[in-house]
């Protein structure tokens, strides 16, 4: 079983290395360390250069002793939100958070901890595995820019659990969203507000009859749509003949995500050519969904580890992106975890001791799973 007092420990010692986005150094050389003394290959990739941070993703891998298991990769990111210099671990029984001043960073240490805590219980239990590989990623808070610059081609698993996300902690979240980015430009003529209106054609009635007849808020159970930011415009006196607007759409179905963004698109260039305006669409894509079920191996390989140990299996839909869009949109099957914090990205983030000895014992079951597979 998971030692309780020893991922304890690991983990109150990652809370103490200050870790914000891009300065992930000092908690990168402790991991690489770590992985080490654990018999991991360990290789740090070059993302710290590549996006401006000093620490690179590490990469680590250990040789399966167990033929024909699955092989797996366990992942978790090493910043936090912001940085923790100034935090003041607050522990009551079973609980840990900080003074209430600054956020207590269990995002996503309490992964990394429950990993590292799972990997040495299974190997001080002596029972045979697959190969494992553990991903550790940087600058995953700032949008997923670790994972980015990473190549993914590195990643040799069959599965992988991303141990990065709230309450409960094993539980399984099975799907998120892919998410749009969208930019505006519409372009109308610019006139003289009262001397000749007439020769005017205002970029922004272009806009808000565009957003007047546009589906937003909440579309259906899986899509959401939202126009964020409206600039245009220079004087009271000037018919308005630029708009710029910034818009989104998410949606854990790629079809309706794709009839949303064109919705949009297309009432964005019929009400601007309506009144002899232009609008010109431009979409990026945050990141890619992913939808696995019940019927798929990495899933049920999940279940199996939550019987293993006792907890009820929770199935979880994601609202927001994570390392595992990254992941799975470049073709490495995978899921997020419960790590059982709770309130993260907050002054009021806390976690159960327990809760975090439930989530290394989560991956234990899974690394013995996977090593019986063909059983
Ligand atoms: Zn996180």
């Not at 019940?294 to 049920?300: A, G, H, L, P, S």
Request: one cysteine or more; a negative charge; charged letters at 25%.
């Amino acid at each position: 079983m998971a030692n309780k007092e020893r991922v304890t420990k690991l983990f109150l010692d990652l809370l103490k290395i200050n870790s914000p986005s891009k300065r992930e150094r000092k908690v990168a050389d402790f991991l690489k360390a770590r992985l080490q003394s654990l018999g991991f290959d360990v290789c740090e990739d070059d993302a710290g250069e590549k996006i401006g941070g000093d620490a690179g993703n590490i990469i680590a891998f250990k040789k399966g002793t167990a033929p024909g298991a699955k092989s797996i990769f366990l992942g978790a990111h090493i910043d936090t939100i912001e940085s923790t210099d100034k935090l003041n671990v607050v522990i009551e029984g079973d609980e840990v958070r900080s003074d209430g001043t600054t956020i207590l960073g269990a995002d996503d240490k309490a992964g990394i901890a429950a990993i590292l805590e799972g990997i040495e219980s299974v190997l001080d239990s002596g029972s045979s595995h697959g190969d494992i590989q553990v991903v550790f990623n940087v600058a995953e808070e700032i949008g997923l820019m670790g994972s980015r610059a990473m190549d993914i081609s590195q990643i040799n698993a069959d599965f992988g659990y991303i141990f990065d996300t709230q309450k409960p902690a094993g539980g399984i979240t099975v799907s998120a969203p892919s998410h749009a980015n969208m930019f505006i430009d519409i372009k109308g003529r610019a006139a003289h507000a009262g001397m000749a209106p007439e020769h005017g054609i205002s970029a922004i009635l272009a806009a808000s009859n565009a957003i007047s007849k546009m589906k937003l808020g909440r579309i259906d159970f899986e899509t959401t749509a939202n126009i964020g930011v409206i600039e245009g415009g220079k004087a009271r006196n000037i018919v308005p003949d630029h708009v710029e607007i910034k818009a989104e759409a998410r949606s854990r179905d790629e079809s309706k995500l794709l009839a949303q963004v064109e919705h949009m698109t297309a009432v964005f260039e019929s009400e601007a050519e309506a009144i002899g305006a232009n609008a010109v669409v431009r979409c990026d894509r945050e990141y890619f969904s992913f939808k696995w079920t019940q019927d798929d191996e990495i899933v049920k390989l999940a279940v199996a580890a939550c019987n293993k140990i006792g907890i009820e299996p929770t199935f979880m839909d994601g609202g927001g992106g994570s390392d595992a869009n990254i992941f799975n949109a470049a073709g490495i099957a995978c899921v997020v975890v419960g790590v059982g914090y709770d309130g993260a990205h907050s002054s009021s983030e806390r976690i159960s001791l327990n809760d975090l000895a439930t989530a290394a014992a989560f991956v234990q079951a899974i690394i013995e799973t996977a090593a019986r597979a063909e059983e």
